[in-house]
Nanobody, 119 residues
């Protein structure tokens, strides 16, 4: 059974940095994509950043130039380096992993980690 475990959330002042990590276990396959989503209170979950098996990255416009996603393919982990954090970055951050099999996507989610940015 696939499990995604996030770590690294916390409380930081505006302008500060945090690094989130996500470790995947229980899979015998390589994920096509891995990434981070976030959900703020009263808002829908939104994409933050993703990285594919071929190292292509995609970022939300709101985090471009501030966040960097990286992936260790051997360890099946991803990190999200978050710099110049803003209060609007406050949310629960979820790790996601996707596998494409026979034209069908399967997505797995972590339990989420809270990031709070104070002004």
């Amino acid at each position: 059974q696939v499990q995604l475990v996030e770590s690294g959330g916390g409380l930081v002042q505006a302008g500060g940095s945090l690094r989130l990590s996500c470790a995947a276990s229980g899979s015998s396959f390589s994920f096509n994509t891995m990434g981070w989503f976030r959900q703020a209170p009263g808002k829908q979950r939104e994409l933050v950043a993703t990285i594919t098996r071929t190292r292509n990255t995609n970022y939300a416009d709101s985090v471009k130039g501030r966040f960097t996603i990286s992936r260790d393919y051997a360890k099946n982990t991803i990190d999200l380096q978050m710099n110049s954090l803003k209060p609007e970055d406050t949310a629960v951050y979820y790790c996601n992993a996707g596998v494409l099999t026979m034209s069908t996507w399967r997505h797995y989610w972590g339990q989420g980690t809270q990031v709070t940015v104070s002004s």
